[in-house]
């Protein structure tokens, strides 16, 4: 099993970017898929969910508005699309895929918001 994220990096305050989270080696349109984060000495939060079909999604409250989740099944592929970041959205963005007590993680990927 493989999750791998992509699309991290500097952006400047207001900016946006879009992460990617290929997967292999499961099911992947059975699985529920989510992004999580986790800031320098704070716990990993969630930021988005989506259902394994991509008709139901959630979001924390402090990214409703600004950030996007949507998936893609033929490619096997998890998008978080940001927009409008400030600078309290940098963190390490994990990708995860959940089915029942199945549970597999990414290794992150680095997003900095700085000018």
């Known amino acids: 099993v493989h999750l791998v994220e992509s699309g991290g990096g500097l952006v400047q305050p207001g900016g946006s970017l879009r992460l990617s989270c290929a997967a292999s080696?499961?099911?992947?349109?059975?699985?529920?898929m989510s992004w999580y984060r986790q800031a320098p000495g704070k716990e990993r939060e969630l930021v988005a969910g989506?259902?394994?079909?991509?008709?139901?999604?959630n979001y924390a409250d402090s990214m409703k508005g600004r950030f996007t989740i949507s998936r893609d099944n033929a490619k096997n592929t998890v998008y978080l699309q940001m927009n409008s970041l400030k600078p309290e959205d940098t963190a390490v963005y994990y990708c995860?895929?959940?089915?029942?007590?199945?549970?597999?993680w990414g290794q992150g990927t680095q997003v900095t918001v700085s000018s």
């Open positions: 995860r895929a959940r089915l029942l007590s199945q549970n597999y």
């Open positions: 080696g499961f099911t992947f349109s059975n699985y529920g």
């Open positions: 989506i259902s394994s079909a991509g008709s139901s999604t």
